[in-house]
C-alpha cells in the first residue's frame, strides 16, 4: 500500500495561487487514482478533484470548476493541485488520497490518505 506526503500549503491572499503536491514514500501510484480533498474547520471532508490512474477521467468539485487543476506524473510519483484565484473559503486542510485505478467523488470510496497540509486565504 502506498503512503502519501503531502506539501506545498500556505497562507496566500486572495485572488493569489498556490501548487500542491503529494509524492508516495512508498510504492508507486501509477496504478491508483488519485484525489485532493479539503477541510474546513467544524465541516465535513469535502471532495476537490480527482484523477484515474491513466490520466483519462477527471472530475472537478463545481466550487473550484476553471480555478483548481489536478494532474499526475507517475514518473516523479506524484500528483499536483494547481489552485488559482484562491478565494477565502478554499481555506482547509487539504488531503491527498489514493484508490486502485478509478477516480471517485465519494470520500468512503477512498482508501489511503496522507496527513494533510494547511492552505489558508486572507482576504
Known amino acids: 500500500q502506498v503512503q502519501l506526503v503531502e506539501s506545498g500549503g500556505g497562507l496566500v491572499q486572495a485572488g493569489g495561487s498556490l501548487r500542491l503536491s503529494c509524492a508516495a514514500s512508498?510504492?508507486?501510484?501509477?496504478?491508483?487514482?488519485l484525489g485532493w480533498f479539503r477541510q474546513a474547520p467544524g465541516t465535513e471532508r469535502a471532495f476537490v478533484a480527482a484523477i484515474s490512474y491513466d490520466g483519462g477521467t477527471i472530475y472537478d468539485a463545481d466550487s473550484v470548476k476553471g480555478r483548481f487543476t489536478i494532474s499526475r506524473d507517475d514518473a516523479e510519483n506524484q500528483v499536483f493541485l494547481q489552485m488559482n484565484s484562491l478565494k477565502p473559503e478554499d481555506t482547509g486542510v487539504y488531503y491527498c488520497a489514493a484508490r486502485p485505478f478509478m477516480a471517485s467523488v465519494s470520500r468512503s470510496d477512498w482508501s489511503t490518505w496522507g496527513q494533510g497540509t494547511q492552505v489558508t486565504v486572507s482576504s
Open positions: 512508498s510504492g508507486t501510484l501509477s496504478t491508483y487514482a
